[in-house]
């Protein structure tokens, strides 16, 4: 016992310092400079960067920068890598769709369709202009190259809900662009769009359809904040979902155009679709469209199988032209109607024959 309470003292000392307690830190940033600097940092998306030899605390990285993984100590990693074919295939959806709302709005807005060809134009060449600036203005700026971050996960997309909180004290803000550039992108891209919009669509439709775009371009004024809250609230699930929303969007649609007219003849339709100009270009648009989900799908991995399945799209809408007419509620009263008269018919017959035989 007296030995214990002898070499007590010296465990005691040894353990904990010269002071016998230990020294509490005087700061957060102390506790994270002494005790985690060896250590990844808590949380997905929290890194240090390495400035002059020294390593700083845990945090958000530079935008462009990812946590690299492979490090001990969280160390912020420069992104060098290209955006993959999904991801290009991505930011074209997100601009096809502002594209095509305005198309949309611009023959909605407008009961006669003449002279309205020159809106549809002007609204894609201010899509291509919008493009066009937004790539030049991205890292490396002044060229069509565009330096990306590799997209893993879908909580990539939400750094912004997992600020770790190291023994529920506080919070670390890792708050950052994980999946850079593609969160910002888009909404440069609207920015523009909205921009070149409103430089050359009004004087276009002042000087040359009698001030026929001006509800289109009001509208593009409501839409176009709408796809940037969109972009930035589901930014992520629209990432991983946008092929099968255009391919239900352009089976849907195509349907929804071609139930437009009262026409339930075979020929009548293949004629109104595939003489008329008009109707010709929408169908062939939402044939593209559906081509297009179904390469974002593919990916193109096994590439004579995949480009072979692009042959089944027209297959819909030859399917719906040459089965409309069984849709037709007529028609199916008129069976109906045949089937209870035959069914009467026979149902007399038989009585009749019955009777006769008892007779």
């Known amino acids: 016992m007296l030995k214990f309470l002898i070499l007590f003292p010296v465990i005691y000392g040894a353990s904990f310092g010269q002071k016998g307690y230990i020294e509490r830190p005087k700061s957060m940033s102390d506790c994270q400079t002494n005790s985690t600097i060896s250590e990844k940092c808590p949380g997905l998306y929290c890194g240090r960067t390495l400035q002059n030899g020294t390593l700083s605390n845990c945090g958000a990285c530079v935008r462009g920068y990812q946590p690299d993984d492979s490090s001990e100590n969280s160390i912020c990693k420069r992104c060098e890598e290209e955006p993959s074919f999904y991801d290009w295939l991505f930011l074209g959806f997100m601009a096809l769709l502002s594209l095509l709302l305005h198309w949309f709005f611009i023959d909605f807005t407008n009961r006669r369709k003449n002279n309205l060809i020159i809106l549809h134009v002007s609204a894609f060449i201010e899509s291509v202009l919008s493009g066009i600036v937004t790539i030049l203005l991205v890292d490396p700026i002044g060229t069509f190259n565009i ?11 939400y750094s912004m809900l997992y600020n770790p909180s190291p023994n529920y004290t506080t919070t670390l803000h890792c708050t950052q662009e994980i999946v850079y550039p593609l969160y910002t992108i888009c909404m440069i891209y609207y920015a523009f769009s909205l921009l070149f919009m409103m430089l050359f669509r009004p004087l276009i439709s002042y000087r040359c359809v009698d001030t026929k775009g001006t509800k289109s371009i009001y509208a593009a004024l409501y839409f176009h904040p709408i796809l940037i809250v969109l972009q930035a609230m589901f930014g992520g699930l629209l990432y991983y979902a946008f092929p099968y929303i255009m391919l239900v969007i352009s089976l849907v649609t195509s349907a929804a155009h071609l139930a437009s007219t009262n026409v339930l003849e075979v020929k009548q339709l ?11 270009i929408i169908l062939v648009g939402h044939w593209i469209l559906h081509a297009y989900a179904i390469i974002s799908m593919t990916q193109l991995t096994n590439l004579t199988f995949h480009l072979s399945l ?13 089965t409309v007419k069984f849709t037709d509620p ?13 069914n009467r018919y026979s149902a007399e017959a038989r009585g009749t024959n019955l009777q006769f035989w008892n007779t």
């Open 310 to 322: 692009l042959a089944t799209v027209p297959l819909p809408v030859f399917f719906y032209i040459c």
């Open 147 to 157: 330096r990306s971050c590799k997209v893993k996960q879908l909580s990539d997309w």
């Open 270 to 280: 293949f004629k109104n679709n595939f003489c008329d100009a008009r109707n010709l």
């Open 330 to 342: 007529d028609y199916v009263e008129r069976v109906s109607h045949v089937d209870i008269s035959t």
